[in-house]
């Protein structure tokens, strides 16, 4: 792969950031192009202290920086906490109907709303033809995209597409870059950290040890959304 034509065919490149270890990987493994790219994070407001570490550390080896925020803590109080299971009457329509009290969303519309959405809109208008990302084959059953396509005058690269999770993890070591301590005990990585949803990425088990506090919130609030689940499975 020739990272020179890459980036010479496109007016301006841009590289998601969210702190986690495949976007950092992206980062130091394209250092040396650094001065081509605007590394791109968004802050939702809910970030912690840890992941702001190691951006503070990935910011020393990226020379343009652009940061994206938005309140997920705001949206939630609209639109509910989110969760994998979403009963119907949690939903807007079901809760103006009676069905329900509590305020429900669905994992995928939280963190589009809150992430994907605002980062995708703020690069189409800042003119970004080139997206990198750190998305690799093995994140999930069946990828949207895969390294090279285009979505309109919009080019993706995906340098880290075939790896795993451990070459990714052993890389990081190898050049030094900093590695979020969410992975000393989980797979995956840290978006918010009082998020309700994910609940096979077992975060709450990482905010047990790290932040008792949120873990004592999050596990509150899953009780709760438990609760509405099960009036709607007494039905089933």
């Not at 792969?1 to 950031?17: E, G, P, Q, V």
């Not at 807007?92 to 429900?104: D, N, Q, S, T, V």
Request: aromatic share 10%.
């Amino acid at each position: 792969m020739s990272y020179d034509a890459i980036f010479a065919r496109h007016r301006k490149a841009a590289l998601h950031l969210s702190g986690g270890k495949d976007s950092v990987a992206t980062l130091y493994l394209l250092r040396d192009y650094a001065d081509r790219f605007t590394v791109y994070h968004l802050d939702t407001g809910d970030e912690p202290p840890e992941t702001k570490a190691v951006l503070a550390k990935c910011r020393q080896i990226a020379p343009h920086w652009v940061e994206v925020q938005t309140d997920v803590r705001k949206w939630v109080s609209l639109n509910g906490f989110p969760s994998d299971v979403v009963p119907t009457g949690s939903t807007p329509l079901g809760r103006m109907l009676g069905f329900g009290k509590l305020p429900i969303s669905d994992r995928f519309n939280c963190c589009w709303s809150n992430i994907m959405w605002p980062m995708q809109e703020r690069m189409q208008k800042d003119g970004v033809t080139l997206i990198i990302r750190g998305q690799k084959l093995v994140d999930m059953p069946k990828v949207p995209l895969k390294s090279g396509a285009k979505v309109g005058d919009i080019e993706v690269l995906y340098p880290l597409e075939a790896w795993s999770d451990q070459e990714v993890l052993a890389y990081l070591r190898e050049v030094g870059a900093p590695i979020h301590p969410v992975y000393e005990i989980l797979k995956e990585g840290v978006g918010c950290m009082h998020c309700t949803a994910w609940w096979d990425y077992r975060l709450v088990d990482w905010l047990e040890r790290a932040h008792p506090q949120a873990h004592a919130f999050v596990v509150g609030k899953k009780k709760e959304i438990e609760e509405a689940i099960a009036e709607q499975l007494v039905h089933a």
